[in-house]
Protein backbone atom coordinates (compact mmCIF):
# COMPACT_ATOMS: atom_id res chain seq x y z
CA UNK A 1 0.00 0.00 0.00
CA UNK A 2 0.87 3.18 -0.42
CA UNK A 3 0.94 5.97 2.24
CA UNK A 4 0.63 9.40 1.03
CA UNK A 5 1.32 12.57 3.23
CA UNK A 6 0.15 16.53 2.99
CA UNK A 7 2.14 18.30 5.37
CA UNK A 8 0.93 21.60 5.99
CA UNK A 9 0.85 24.43 8.55
CA UNK A 10 -2.02 23.20 10.19
CA UNK A 11 -2.77 20.03 9.40
CA UNK A 12 -1.10 16.75 8.03
CA UNK A 13 -3.19 15.04 6.22
CA UNK A 14 -2.56 11.09 5.61
CA UNK A 15 -4.04 8.61 2.75
CA UNK A 16 -3.32 5.31 2.50
CA UNK A 17 -3.85 4.06 -1.14
CA UNK A 18 -4.46 0.34 -2.60
CA UNK A 19 -3.41 0.85 -5.92
CA UNK A 20 -4.95 4.30 -7.21
CA UNK A 21 -8.42 3.44 -4.35
CA UNK A 22 -8.16 5.62 -1.44
CA UNK A 23 -8.79 2.96 1.50
CA UNK A 24 -8.41 5.03 4.71
CA UNK A 25 -7.47 9.22 5.13
CA UNK A 26 -6.67 10.89 8.60
CA UNK A 27 -5.70 14.60 9.30
CA UNK A 28 -3.81 15.05 12.58
CA UNK A 29 -2.90 18.65 13.74
CA UNK A 30 0.66 19.97 12.74
CA UNK A 31 3.08 20.23 15.73
CA UNK A 32 6.65 21.04 14.78
CA UNK A 33 8.47 19.74 18.48
CA UNK A 34 6.87 16.57 17.37
CA UNK A 35 9.58 14.39 17.27
CA UNK A 36 9.82 11.25 14.60
CA UNK A 37 9.13 8.41 17.84
CA UNK A 38 5.89 10.80 18.24
CA UNK A 39 4.65 11.31 14.73
CA UNK A 40 5.25 7.05 14.28
CA UNK A 41 3.35 6.97 17.53
CA UNK A 42 0.08 8.92 16.18
CA UNK A 43 0.66 6.98 12.76
CA UNK A 44 0.73 3.83 14.46
CA UNK A 45 -2.83 4.17 16.33
CA UNK A 46 -4.11 5.34 13.24
CA UNK A 47 -3.15 2.43 11.21
CA UNK A 48 -4.03 -0.36 14.06
CA UNK A 49 -7.59 1.46 14.10
CA UNK A 50 -7.53 0.61 10.36
CA UNK A 51 -6.61 -3.11 10.96
CA UNK A 52 -2.95 -2.42 9.03
CA UNK A 53 0.61 -1.79 10.25
CA UNK A 54 3.63 -0.46 9.33
CA UNK A 55 4.59 -3.74 7.03
CA UNK A 56 1.87 -2.84 5.13
CA UNK A 57 3.12 -0.24 3.92
CA UNK A 58 5.10 -0.38 0.91
CA UNK A 59 5.95 2.97 -0.45
CA UNK A 60 5.81 6.40 0.83
CA UNK A 61 5.50 9.70 -0.51
CA UNK A 62 4.73 13.31 0.97
CA UNK A 63 4.84 17.17 0.30
CA UNK A 64 5.98 19.37 3.36
CA UNK A 65 5.98 23.51 3.49
CA UNK A 66 7.13 23.23 6.80
CA UNK A 67 10.75 22.38 6.76
CA UNK A 68 11.45 21.56 9.82
CA UNK A 69 9.32 18.25 9.30
CA UNK A 70 10.82 17.10 5.93
CA UNK A 71 13.74 15.28 7.97
CA UNK A 72 10.94 14.37 10.18
CA UNK A 73 9.13 12.51 8.20
CA UNK A 74 12.18 10.91 6.22
CA UNK A 75 13.33 9.44 9.28
CA UNK A 76 10.18 8.06 10.02
CA UNK A 77 9.92 6.46 6.75
CA UNK A 78 13.07 4.60 6.94
CA UNK A 79 13.32 3.58 10.82
CA UNK A 80 9.60 2.31 10.86
CA UNK A 81 8.69 1.36 7.75
CA UNK A 82 12.26 1.19 6.27
CA UNK A 83 11.65 2.53 2.99
CA UNK A 84 12.72 5.91 1.44
CA UNK A 85 10.05 8.29 1.09
CA UNK A 86 9.55 9.89 -1.89
CA UNK A 87 9.60 14.00 -0.91
CA UNK A 88 7.99 16.57 -3.44
CA UNK A 89 10.19 19.38 -4.68
CA UNK A 90 10.39 21.47 -8.19
CA UNK A 91 13.19 19.85 -9.06
CA UNK A 92 11.15 16.92 -10.33
CA UNK A 93 9.95 15.56 -13.30
CA UNK A 94 6.16 15.64 -12.90
CA UNK A 95 5.50 16.86 -16.52
CA UNK A 96 4.65 20.47 -15.26
CA UNK A 97 6.71 23.46 -16.76
CA UNK A 98 6.95 26.41 -14.27
CA UNK A 99 6.27 29.95 -15.61
CA UNK A 100 7.47 31.75 -12.94
CA UNK A 101 10.31 33.63 -11.81
CA UNK A 102 11.60 31.71 -8.54
CA UNK A 103 10.59 28.29 -9.76
CA UNK A 104 12.81 27.12 -6.32
CA UNK A 105 10.01 29.17 -4.20
CA UNK A 106 6.50 27.28 -4.80
CA UNK A 107 5.52 25.08 -2.28
CA UNK A 108 5.56 21.31 -2.86
CA UNK A 109 1.73 21.25 -1.96
CA UNK A 110 0.79 23.65 -4.83
CA UNK A 111 2.91 21.37 -7.03
CA UNK A 112 0.73 18.66 -6.12
CA UNK A 113 -2.87 20.47 -6.68
CA UNK A 114 -1.49 21.59 -9.84
CA UNK A 115 -0.82 18.07 -10.99
CA UNK A 116 -3.99 16.71 -9.63
CA UNK A 117 -6.54 19.15 -10.62
CA UNK A 118 -5.70 19.47 -14.24
CA UNK A 119 -5.19 15.08 -14.25
CA UNK A 120 -8.91 14.84 -12.76
CA UNK A 121 -10.44 18.09 -14.35
CA UNK A 122 -8.91 19.08 -17.39
CA UNK A 123 -7.30 22.70 -18.04
CA UNK A 124 -7.10 25.87 -17.98
CA UNK A 125 -7.74 25.60 -14.15
CA UNK A 126 -7.98 27.52 -11.34
CA UNK A 127 -6.99 26.05 -7.41
CA UNK A 128 -8.41 28.07 -4.30
CA UNK A 129 -7.10 26.20 -0.99
CA UNK A 130 -8.86 28.00 1.81
CA UNK A 131 -6.62 27.10 4.30
CA UNK A 132 -4.06 29.44 7.03
CA UNK A 133 -3.80 31.33 3.89
CA UNK A 134 -6.15 31.63 0.54
CA UNK A 135 -4.06 30.42 -2.00
CA UNK A 136 -4.85 30.69 -5.75
CA UNK A 137 -3.15 28.45 -8.25
CA UNK A 138 -3.52 29.17 -11.65
CA UNK A 139 -3.39 26.30 -14.31
CA UNK A 140 -2.90 26.60 -18.34
CA UNK A 141 -4.86 24.36 -20.54
CA UNK A 142 -1.14 21.92 -20.67
CA UNK A 143 -1.21 21.32 -17.12
CA UNK A 144 1.53 23.80 -16.45
CA UNK A 145 1.76 26.19 -13.21
CA UNK A 146 1.46 30.02 -14.51
CA UNK A 147 1.28 31.75 -11.17
CA UNK A 148 -1.13 32.61 -8.62
CA UNK A 149 -2.15 34.88 -5.59
CA UNK A 150 -1.70 34.38 -1.67
CA UNK A 151 -4.49 36.18 0.35
CA UNK A 152 -4.98 36.29 4.40
CA UNK A 153 -6.99 33.08 4.91
CA UNK A 154 -10.41 33.24 6.57
CA UNK A 155 -8.64 32.84 10.28
CA UNK A 156 -6.32 34.71 10.00
CA UNK A 157 -8.48 38.10 9.16
CA UNK A 158 -10.68 36.94 12.11
CA UNK A 159 -8.68 37.03 14.34
CA UNK A 160 -6.33 40.03 13.49
CA UNK A 161 -9.80 41.76 13.74
CA UNK A 162 -10.86 41.08 16.78
CA UNK A 163 -7.63 41.28 18.37
CA UNK A 164 -6.95 44.87 17.19
CA UNK A 165 -9.86 46.04 17.84
CA UNK A 166 -10.58 46.14 21.44
CA UNK A 167 -14.20 46.40 21.44
CA UNK A 168 -14.44 43.84 19.15
CA UNK A 169 -14.64 40.09 19.75
CA UNK A 170 -14.32 36.37 18.22
CA UNK A 171 -17.22 35.71 16.66
CA UNK A 172 -18.03 31.89 14.85
CA UNK A 173 -17.47 31.99 11.34
CA UNK A 174 -21.38 31.63 10.48
CA UNK A 175 -22.63 33.05 7.55
CA UNK A 176 -25.25 35.70 8.57
CA UNK A 177 -28.82 35.86 6.83
CA UNK A 178 -27.66 39.03 5.18
CA UNK A 179 -24.99 41.14 4.35
CA UNK A 180 -25.99 44.21 6.61
CA UNK A 181 -25.79 43.25 9.98
CA UNK A 182 -27.94 44.37 12.67
CA UNK A 183 -25.75 44.01 15.55
CA UNK A 184 -21.97 44.01 16.63
CA UNK A 185 -21.51 39.70 15.47
CA UNK A 186 -23.63 39.84 12.26
CA UNK A 187 -21.25 43.03 11.26
CA UNK A 188 -18.46 40.94 12.22
CA UNK A 189 -19.64 37.83 10.30
CA UNK A 190 -20.61 39.62 7.38
CA UNK A 191 -17.33 42.01 7.32
CA UNK A 192 -15.31 38.50 7.65
CA UNK A 193 -17.17 36.11 5.67
CA UNK A 194 -18.88 37.92 2.70
CA UNK A 195 -15.62 40.40 2.78
CA UNK A 196 -13.64 37.02 1.86
CA UNK A 197 -16.46 36.16 -0.40
CA UNK A 198 -15.66 39.24 -2.46
CA UNK A 199 -11.92 38.94 -2.40
CA UNK A 200 -11.92 35.81 -3.89
CA UNK A 201 -14.71 36.45 -6.59
CA UNK A 202 -12.49 39.65 -6.93
CA UNK A 203 -9.69 37.40 -7.83
CA UNK A 204 -10.87 34.27 -9.55
CA UNK A 205 -11.77 37.49 -12.45
CA UNK A 206 -8.43 39.22 -12.19
CA UNK A 207 -6.51 36.00 -12.75
CA UNK A 208 -8.89 34.69 -15.10
CA UNK A 209 -8.74 37.46 -17.25
CA UNK A 210 -4.63 36.73 -17.57
CA UNK A 211 -4.89 33.22 -18.31
CA UNK A 212 -3.30 33.26 -22.16
CA UNK A 213 -5.76 31.93 -24.67
CA UNK A 214 -8.49 32.40 -22.06
CA UNK A 215 -11.99 34.64 -23.50
CA UNK A 216 -14.47 33.39 -21.14
CA UNK A 217 -14.31 33.24 -17.38
CA UNK A 218 -16.82 30.22 -18.11
CA UNK A 219 -13.53 27.90 -19.81
CA UNK A 220 -11.54 27.95 -16.66
CA UNK A 221 -12.54 24.84 -13.76
CA UNK A 222 -12.04 26.43 -10.49
CA UNK A 223 -11.81 23.85 -7.83
CA UNK A 224 -12.02 24.31 -4.14
CA UNK A 225 -10.06 22.39 -1.25
CA UNK A 226 -8.61 22.80 1.99
CA UNK A 227 -10.28 23.19 6.11
CA UNK A 228 -12.65 26.09 5.01
CA UNK A 229 -13.88 25.56 1.54
CA UNK A 230 -17.10 23.52 3.20
CA UNK A 231 -17.80 27.24 4.36
CA UNK A 232 -16.98 29.24 1.94
CA UNK A 233 -17.66 27.37 -1.73
CA UNK A 234 -21.59 27.23 -1.45
CA UNK A 235 -21.14 31.33 -1.23
CA UNK A 236 -19.23 31.48 -4.58
CA UNK A 237 -21.08 30.20 -7.39
CA UNK A 238 -17.66 30.36 -9.60
CA UNK A 239 -16.55 27.05 -7.49
CA UNK A 240 -17.36 24.35 -9.76
CA UNK A 241 -15.71 21.37 -7.75
CA UNK A 242 -14.75 20.86 -4.05
CA UNK A 243 -12.34 18.28 -3.53
CA UNK A 244 -10.53 18.02 0.01
CA UNK A 245 -8.43 15.34 -0.91
CA UNK A 246 -6.59 17.21 -3.99
CA UNK A 247 -3.20 17.43 -2.35
CA UNK A 248 -3.26 13.43 -1.51
CA UNK A 249 -4.94 12.36 -4.82
CA UNK A 250 -1.94 15.01 -6.50
CA UNK A 251 0.71 12.37 -4.38
CA UNK A 252 -0.92 9.42 -5.50
CA UNK A 253 -0.62 10.67 -9.20
CA UNK A 254 3.05 11.74 -8.67
CA UNK A 255 4.31 8.37 -6.94
CA UNK A 256 2.87 6.67 -10.11
CA UNK A 257 4.40 9.08 -12.32
CA UNK A 258 7.87 8.20 -10.69
CA UNK A 259 7.39 4.86 -10.16
CA UNK A 260 6.50 4.58 -14.16
CA UNK A 261 10.11 7.13 -14.65
Not at 206 to 212: F, G, S, T
Not at 247 to 258: I, K, M, S, T
Request: aromatic fraction near 8%; proline fraction near 5%; charged fraction near 15%.
Amino acid sequence: MLLAIDISNTNIKFGLYLNDTMKHHWVVSTSRQRTTDEYAMVLNDLLQHAGHRFSDIHDLIFSSVVPPLTPVFQELALRYCHKEAFVISHQLDLGIAFHIDNPWEIGSDRIMTTLAAHQLYGGPALVIAFSTATTFDVISQEGNFLGGSIAPGLMISAEALSSAASRLFRVDLTPPQRALGKNTIENMQSGIIYGHVGLVQGLIKRLCAEIPGVTDQGEVRVIAHGGLAQLMAPLIPEIQYINQYLPLEGLRLAYNRLRRG
